[in-house]
């Protein structure tokens, strides 16, 4: 069965950190874009991070420079280091594989982010 598990996330104070992960089964990672995406309180779901199966990453312009994706072949897992947190980043935080620049319409159950003091 194809899916993916995501875990890592909590409440965390203003410029506090977080790992994110991101556990694949029924497909092999490696060969797929993957991606994270966060969907905030009546928001629409927004791309925050992808990493290419070649290991490009690109990230959105309120994420850069304090998060980063990385991916780990092996474990057929994808993480997103979330540094400087802010109460803007709180949302359901979501990862899946991407095909022509879109994700697959199945989705995890994604794991709750709140940064508040």
């Known amino acids: 069965q194809v899916q993916v598990v995501e875990s890592g996330g909590g409440l965390v104070q203003p410029g506090g950190s977080l790992r994110l992960s991101c556990v694949a089964s029924?497909?092999?990672?490696?060969?797929?874009?993957m991606g994270w995406y966060r969907q905030a309180p009546g928001k629409q779901r927004e791309s925050v991070a992808m990493?290419?199966?070649?290991?490009?990453?690109n990230y959105a312009d309120s994420v850069k420079g304090r998060f980063t994706i990385s991916r780990d072949n092996a474990k057929n897992t994808v993480y997103l280091q979330m540094n400087s947190l802010k109460a803007e980043d709180t949302a359901v935080y979501f990862c899946?594989?991407?095909?022509?620049?879109?994700?697959?319409?199945?989705w995890g159950q994604g794991t709750q982010v709140t940064v508040s003091s």
């Open positions: 990493i290419s199966s070649g290991g490009t990453t």
């Open positions: 899946n594989r991407m095909s022509l620049g879109r994700p697959y319409p199945n």
């Open positions: 029924g497909f092999t990672s490696s060969m797929y874009a």
